[in-house]
């Protein structure tokens, strides 16, 4: 697995915090009264802010988002995904590699919230969350966060290879 230093994770958490918190009124539209992801992405700033880490409270913060993310799915694909969005987001304070299931998570938000632009609101996003990393990450991320087309709509995937 690829080692960070502890600068590049708080980077690649502040990101996957971003990523996380634009597509978040997805979820809170359909949910306003659960603010689970919206708490996942305050614990992630916390941490990032002051370095203070708590194995209960980033793994807490985490499982209730996706906990979240599982009683959208029912309403929402695009709800479902803003809240796995945040719970990975919150988790980069534990594993960095996390981030970028923030950043895919985001994608797969607004493709589904956008049936017939999918591809479109995908890609935009994708260049908007390239633009917020530093060279050295932007790379890498380009590599491994991936939209293609397929016949059946686009397909949004991570790549991992030994280093993830």
Request: charged share 25%.
């Amino acid at each position: 697995m690829k080692s960070y230093s502890k600068e590049d994770q708080r980077r690649m958490a502040t990101w996957a915090a971003a990523c996380a918190e634009r597509v978040l009124p997805l979820f809170e539209r359909a949910h306003p009264e659960d603010g689970r992801p919206q708490k996942a992405i305050e614990v992630c700033r916390k941490w990032v802010e002051t370095g203070v880490f708590s194995m209960a409270d980033i793994r807490g913060a985490s499982l209730d988002a996706h906990a979240a993310a599982r009683a959208a799915k029912a309403d929402s694909d695009a709800a479902c995904f803003a809240a796995r969005a945040a719970g990975q987001a919150v988790a980069t304070a534990h594993v960095p590699q996390h981030a970028f299931g923030g950043s895919y998570y985001a994608l797969k938000a607004l493709a589904a919230a956008n049936h017939t632009g999918a591809e479109a609101a995908a890609s935009t996003e994708r260049e908007w969350q390239a633009q917020q990393l530093p060279e050295d990450l932007k790379q890498e991320f380009l590599e491994r966060v991936v939209i293609e087309k397929r016949r059946t709509g686009i397909f949004v995937t991570v790549r991992k290879d030994e280093n993830f």
